[in-house]
T-cell receptor
Framework: NAGVMQNPRHLVRRRGQEARLRCSPM?????VYWYRQLPEEGLKFMVY????????ESGMPKERFSAEFPKEGPSILRIQQVVRGDSAAYFC??????????????FGQGTRLTVV | TQLLEQSPQFLSIQEGENLTVYCNSSSVFSSLQWYRQEPGEGPVLLVT?????EVKKLKRLTFQFGDARKDSSLHITAAQPGDTGLYLC??????????????FGQGTTLQVKP
């Protein structure tokens, strides 16, 4: 059973370009989370999606960032018109279930975005 | 805003020593997880604790969830160089139980010297 797969592992974009980050959750997992890790900081929640639905996007910047998890295919985190401050490691996590008492998240290896 | 304060941020010890990492908050968490992250990789789940006062052991690692579910600790016995890495605690807030989103501590960077 393959783990959470993210691609690309490394992405370099010039300021103003678009970045597309992909995440394929573990088999059987329908809950996907995106987190961002800035240099020297901890991971910060961005968005939680369940097949075709955005459940919680309270951690997403209001502009330029969007996420989707279509019925078929991977989840996509899209950053439009990237700026240097977007440089970070972006992690996707998936979970088979979400309950009040116990939700275990399994993380991918991350995409390291560098904006030049 | 729920926060998790992790301490210490950095720890450098000799092989064979014991150590404890703390994760504290003023908020109650439904569950708390400990992860280990290697450079250039994603966090790897070590353990989940759910019940106040719960203690779980994973070989030389002992995890404890506080009685009030506001704090947790990770104790490593006889540390080895292979334990070197970044340790992260993360909790699901009581108000976030329906989403499962995690609040992470800042992490503890552990270096074990041979």
């Amino acid at each position: 059973n393959a783990g959470v797969m993210q691609n690309p592992r490394h992405l370099v974009r010039r300021r103003g370009q678009e970045a597309r980050l992909r995440c394929s959750p573990m088999k059987g997992h329908s809950h996907v989370y995106w987190y961002r890790q800035l240099p020297e900081e901890g991971l910060k929640f961005m968005v939680y999606l369940q097949k075709e639905n955005i459940i919680d996007e309270s951690g997403m910047p209001k502009e330029r960032f969007s996420a989707e998890f279509p019925k078929e295919g991977p989840s996509i985190l899209r950053i439009q018109q990237v700026v240097r401050g977007d440089s970070a490691a972006y992690f996707c996590a998936s979970s088979p279930r979400v309950t009040r008492m116990n939700t275990e998240a399994f993380f991918g290896q991350g995409t390291r975005l560098t904006v030049v | 805003t729920q926060l998790l304060e992790q301490s210490p941020q950095f720890l450098s010890i000799q092989e064979g020593e014991n150590l404890t990492v703390y994760c504290n908050s003023s908020s109650v968490f439904s569950s708390l997880q400990w992860y280990r992250q290697e450079p250039g990789e994603g966090p790897v789940l070590l353990v989940t604790v759910v019940t106040g006062g719960e203690v779980k052991k994973l070989k030389r690692l002992t995890f404890q969830f506080g009685d009030a579910r506001k704090d947790s600790s990770l104790h490593i016995t006889a540390a080895q160089p292979g334990d070197t890495g970044l340790y992260l605690c993360a909790g699901v807030g009581e108000g976030s139980g329906n989403t499962g989103k995690l609040i992470f501590g800042q992490g503890t960077t552990l270096q074990v010297k041979p």
